[in-house]
């Protein structure tokens, strides 16, 4: 199984978006920096930020696009290209409208559920055989209102939630980077996920 040497945050630069559910992949990619004292610099020929980080005993590419989520795959194959990374090297987090706050799901492959982000990415690479790290954000319930739910900041318990499974997925970063996918996702999805708040009778 090939090891994972890019992991890409989706999102939307500036302030304005910063806190917002579609900037999830960000937040994530943000701790794993932190993590490796890896410094996000902007980078012009990738179009987004950029670092070579150390974690877990591998080398790994971190980069947030800073293209605007419709355009993110301008970014990914610009770097992936420049370093001979495949598609299945690569892992894209992002936020996931058909998973509840407080779970979270890795996949490859797939269709790209409407996000304009994977659908981009899929568009350049030319496959959609990258792997996906699925934060979900919930639904709104209504698809008329997803445009606005998506740039809107989670509410209190949904940002836990979300802080919750990053906590999960740093637990198997070690798998993913190792090429061991298929521990990483049983590793992931096992155990009881965040239950949701009862509602008040």
Not at 94 to 106: T, V
């Amino acid at each position: 199984m090939p090891q994972i040497k890019l992991i890409v945050g989706l999102g939307n630069p500036g302030s304005d978006y910063a806190q917002t559910r579609h900037n999830a992949g960000f937040w994530w990619v943000d701790e794993l920096a932190k993590d490796s004292s890896a410094s996000l610099r902007h980078d012009n020929k990738f179009h987004g930020l950029a670092a070579k980080a150390r974690l877990h005993g591998s080398d790994v590419w971190l980069l947030e696009p800073q293209t605007f989520m419709n355009r993110s795959g301008l970014s990914v194959v610009a770097l992936a290209q420049f370093y001979k990374i495949l598609p299945a090297e690569i892992l894209v987090v992002h936020d996931e409208l058909d998973i509840p706050a407080g779970q979270i799901k890795l996949k490859q492959g797939g269709g790209n559920g409407g996000h304009n982000g994977l659908k981009d990415i899929q568009a350049h690479l030319g496959t959609p055989d990258f792997w996906r790290l699925r934060v979900g954000i919930g639904h709104p319930g209504n698809k008329a209102e997803v445009a606005n739910f998506v740039l809107k900041p989670p509410r209190k318990e949904e940002f836990e939630g979300i802080m919750d499974v990053f906590i999960k997925a740093h637990h198997v970063l070690p798998k993913m980077l190792a090429g061991d996918m298929g521990g990483a996702m049983q590793q992931l999805h096992a155990g009881v996920q965040r239950p949701n708040k009862p509602k008040p009778e």
